[in-house]
């Protein structure tokens, strides 16, 4: 086995906690972070292959991604402060209707 | 043979005049004045005389051209359009006028002229005259598409329009559930046969590959396609037959027209005398070709008509409605037409077709002129010495009475004489046959002569209300009796019999001979040189007997209304045959009530249980997985990323099967 399968497998362990996450914690920021978790095992994963395969777009795609994480987070962060108005709590449990 | 055929707009124009003149009752005046109810009778009327006349006098130009033609079989002829072309199957709808439709289009237009131009002041005080006018015309229309349609289809088309037509017409007066009822019996009862012509139809398209009337008759012809045919012909025969039966009111389809009496009289005098009732004969005299292959059918056809003419005469006796005695007389001289196909005489049937259409148009409208003068009395034991009243209308009846009756030198004598001749010189004539006519001919006098003896010669049974406005009818009823009594009294002259015509100086059949390329004669094996002498005793014979029955008829109804009154042992057949053989009840046990029972069932237990089940449960159904899957619509993001989850691993799976 080698390395670069370690750190795939790595890049998959990552993702399966990120899910388990998103889908098992009930705090919206803890969801978040599950997401961001999510995000950088790919990202892991991408640098992985572009290291092995010798090609620079795997890293480039890795770039995009750290920005798009950037910016969900600035996004969910205020639907989160928005959320937390509306329901007075940011449990995921709580927010069950699509009405604002 | 030598055919020709002129190219003609004339058919079109014909057929589409009394359409005219139903727009304009029908649609124009109702929607320029608002309702059928606004029209002027005088004006509805006018106008739907005025057109069928047109009809009428293009009719006579038509007529002209033909006998102005040199050739043997001529034809005028209009090609208006194709109808359907596909799948093989090309039906242009084309009219001909030919020597046979060219005298039922003169029958159709002119007593149907005369009809209107009678119902005009008959119809005069009634409400929504226009609907009635239009409805008429509608009518004429159709049975003039009948006679001229020059395929299957057509004809068809026309069959319907008749059915139809003559469904609204018995149901005017529609706000009378009795009257309405009758309307819908003739038009269920006509279903019944149509369907038996339609099978006839596609079986004989199936056969030949074409429905054009002049094709199928010169295709048969040709023995190959009478070989390839043969097998099937007698099925076909008794499928048009059946269709025929319904249309022509014969046994056992016959139920429909005596009930048909409750429509208005001229309408009765239209379907009786000039139109839809003589369709079967005239669909058999058309394709008579055809017929000619079956012997089976045509045996069948002069049973059916024998029998019928017997069955409908003798409860023709027994009636007391007077419209119900010229109902039943109507399918028995129907049944005579019939007899007189079935033997293979067809231009003797065209013949009392012809002569049927004048009497009994005469009769229909005298007898209305007389419910006129009753004040709407129907029921001939309320009448009696009507003759010193209506004058008129004593006169033309007792010239169609006798007409009717078969007394020498009125028209009926030469048609139905005729008919008995042929039944028993024919080929396909037989002896019993021959006798049931001869004794339908003397119960036809008998109650004519019974008919004319209660209303206008026994002592005076009217109530006092009554009597007190008895009236001769209007010079616009009377005139139409007049002119109808001239051709009831002369028309028989177109066909004087061989023997006849001989002593009155070589007087021709003419109608035979006109008719002989569509409808070709039968040589009579028994008439000619050798044996002019049996057709000489059987004229005498039935004159002596029309004569002896007609009179006796009169004299013995003075006093009596039925003959159970004189022979009182004769009661309960008398009862039998007022109840017209209870064939009514009959087919109410047999048809009816088992119909009625299967849609009660229908209703209540099949349409509540299963069909309703089965929709109802289909909405419980889909309710039920509504509330199941609603469980899972929490809204909880989490429970939608686990199904999120689910789905793609799914895919994933499924991705992985497929490349790997």
């Known amino acids: ?100 | 043979m030598n055919v020709e055929t002129m190219n003609s707009l004339l058919p079109l124009l014909i057929l589409i005049s009394p359409l005219i003149g139903f727009m304009i009752n029908g649609v124009v005046l109702p929607l320029k004045l608002k309702g059928f109810a606004k029209t002027d009778p005088n004006v509805a009327g006018g106008f739907a005389t005025f057109f069928i006349f047109l009809s009428f006098v293009m009719g006579c130009i038509a007529f002209s051209q033909l006998t102005g033609s040199t050739s043997e079989n001529p034809a005028v002829y209009t090609y208006v359009f194709q109808w359907f072309d596909f799948g093989g199957l090309n039906i242009p709808f084309e009219l001909r006028i030919d020597k046979l439709s060219g005298i039922l289009v003169l029958i159709i237009s002119g007593v149907g002229t005369l009809i209107h131009l009678y119902s005009t002041s008959y119809m005069h005080d009634e409400e929504c005259v226009g609907r009635y006018f239009s409805y008429l015309n509608l009518f004429c229309f159709c049975m003039l598409l009948l006679v001229m349609g020059n395929n299957l289809p057509l004809l068809f088309f026309g069959w319907e329009g008749v059915g139809l037509c003559s469904y609204l017409l018995i149901g005017f007066w529609y706000t009378d559930t009795e009257k309405a009822n009758a309307g819908k019996k003739a038009f269920v009862v006509n279903r019944v046969g149509d369907l038996g012509f339609l099978i006839g139809m596609f079986l004989l398209f199936r056969e030949l590959g074409t429905l054009s009337l002049t094709e199928i008759n010169t295709m048969l012809a040709d023995p190959t396609v009478v070989a390839r045919i043969m097998p099937s012909v007698t099925l076909i025969c008794l499928a048009l037959f059946v269709g025929a039966t319904g249309k022509s009111a014969q046994i056992p389809l016959y139920v429909w027209l005596p009930d048909a009496m409750s429509g208005p009289t001229p309408v009765s005098a239209l379907i009786h005398a000039a139109t839809m009732v003589t369709a079967g004969v005239y669909m058999i005299a058309r394709l008579n070709p055809l017929f000619e292959l079956s012997p089976v059918a045509l045996e069948v056809i002069a049973h059916v008509g024998a029998f019928t003419a017997l069955f409908a005469g003798s409860i023709a006796i027994a009636q007391t409605d007077i419209k119900k005695v010229l109902a039943y007389s109507t399918v028995s001289q129907l049944g005579f037409m019939f007899l007189a196909c079935g033997v293979g005489a067809y231009q003797t049937a065209v013949f009392h077709l012809m002569t049927h259409a004048f009497f009994k148009a005469l009769l229909f409208l005298g007898s209305g002129s007389v419910i006129h003068a009753c004040s709407g009395e129907q029921d001939m034991t309320k009448m009696g010495g009507l003759k010193k009243y209506l004058p008129h209308t004593h006169f033309t009846m007792l010239i169609g009475s006798l007409a009717i009756s078969g007394i020498p030198f009125f028209s009926g004598f030469f048609s139905k004489d005729e008919i008995l001749y042929s039944s028993i010189a024919l080929p396909g004539g037989v002896s019993y046959l021959f006798l049931v006519g001869v004794l339908t001919a003397a119960l036809t006098a008998i109650y004519t002569g019974r008919m004319m003896s209660l209303t206008f010669y026994s002592e005076e049974r009217m109530s006092h209300d009554v009597k007190h406005h008895l009236h001769e009818s209007p010079a616009l009823m009377t005139f139409p009796l007049y002119v109808l009594a001239f051709l009831a009294a002369f028309g028989g002259f177109l066909g004087v019999p061989h023997l006849l015509g001989d002593y009155l100086g070589h007087m021709p059949h003419f109608l035979s001979h006109w008719l002989a390329p569509v409808v070709p004669a039968k040589h009579l094996p028994l008439v000619g040189v050798k044996m002019p002498l049996h057709e000489g005793v059987v004229m005498a014979g039935s004159s002596v007997i029309a004569i002896a029955s007609f009179f006796g008829g009169v004299a013995l109804f003075k006093k009596i209304t039925f003959i159970s009154d004189l022979v009182s042992g004769l009661a309960p057949v008398q009862k039998l045959l007022s109840n017209k053989y209870y064939i009514d009840e009959l087919y109410g046990v047999i048809v009816v009530n088992p119909v009625k029972k299967i849609s009660a069932f229908a209703a209540g237990i099949v349409d509540k249980y299963v069909v309703d089940g089965a929709v109802n449960g289909l909405g419980r159904g889909v309710r039920a997985v509504g509330s199941t899957l609603r469980a899972v619509q929490t809204g909880d993001l989490q429970t939608y990323g686990l199904m999120m989850l689910g789905g793609v691993l799914l895919v994933a799976l499924f991705i992985f099967k497929v490349l790997v």
């Open chain 1, 1 to 100: 086995m080698t390395n670069e399968l370690y750190i795939q497998l790595l890049a998959a362990f990552l993702f399966t906690m990120g899910v388990l996450v998103v889908l098992l914690r009930r705090d919206t920021i803890m969801v978040l972070m599950g997401i961001e978790l999510l995000l950088n095992a790919a990202n892991l994963s991408l640098v992985a292959f572009s290291k092995t395969n010798s090609m620079i777009d795997g890293q480039l795609q890795v770039l995009f991604v750290i920005a798009l994480a950037a910016a969900e987070s600035a996004v969910g962060l205020s639907i989160l402060v928005n959320l937390y108005r509306n329901f007075g709590s940011i449990k995921t449990q709580n927010a069950t209707t699509l009405k604002g």
